[in-house]
């Protein structure tokens, strides 16, 4: 058997860089879609704009999945970050 590409390590730390980058990157996104539909709707005197809603709604799924896979794609390509290194 010869070794792989990427070392079992890292891809378990990049795993766990895009868990962590995601969610906290879910946590921020909570407070932008509900001010983007409190927005619509007060823009639009009272009647939503399903449109601006549902842009919003994109952005709070779309972005902890972009950034979580931007950490993951990092790791892969520098290695493990100092954080994620086992204690030695």
């Known amino acids: 058997m010869t ?3 990427i070392p079992p390590a890292v891809i378990k730390a990049a795993k766990r860089g895009f868990i962590r980058t995601a969610s906290q990157s879910l946590a921020t996104s ?3 879609g ?3 539909g409190a927005l619509a709707t007060l ?6 704009d399903w449109w601006t809603i549902g842009a919003g709604a994109a952005v709070f799924i779309l972005t902890p999945l972009i950034n979580g896979a931007q950490s993951y794609f990092s790791i892969l390509g520098k290695g ?6 086992p204690p030695q």
Not at 80 to 85: C, G, L, N, R
Request: no cysteine; net charge negative.
């Open 34 to 36: 509900i001010s983007v």
């Open 43 to 48: 823009v639009n005197h009272g009647q939503p």
């Open 30 to 32: 909570f407070g932008t």
């Open 3 to 5: 070794d792989p590409t």
């Open 80 to 85: 493990i970050p100092e954080d994620y290194q």
